[in-house]
């Protein structure tokens, strides 16, 4: 199996293209801030998942790979909700992407918790 075929990955990197194209209409002063922030840690949630996957034949370094995914996921949560505070994001759209990180996040802590379904020894 390949990294990509993790539901958990395929969620994630779906969420950070949405996120992607949410962030292109956010205003220009914000590029170096919220913008690049909140599509760097969307980002980053998956790639933790990939490098998580790789190492999965040493339990500890699978599940410290994932909590840095978790604790990325959780940074997209905040800067998610500075960018419906700020008025770059609609309620619709914030509820809807904080729900797909809240479920991101238990597909995340279920393979914390399973590291031998992922080939963990």
Known sequence: M????????????ELAMEIFE??????????????DQIRRSSRSVAVNIAESYRKRLY???FISKLSDSDAENSETQTWLEFALKCKYISNKDY????????????LINYMINN???FGSK
Request: net charge positive; glycine share 2%.
């Open 22 to 35: 949410i962030s292109k209409h956010f205003p220009k002063e914000e590029i170096y801030s919220l913008t």
């Open 2 to 13: 390949r990294f990509q075929d993790l539901f958990a990955y395929q969620k994630v990197f």
């Open 59 to 61: 339990p500890k370094h």
């Open 115 to 117: 590291p031998k379904k």
């Open 95 to 106: 509820v809807r992407l904080f729900s797909e990180t809240e479920e991101i996040g238990k």
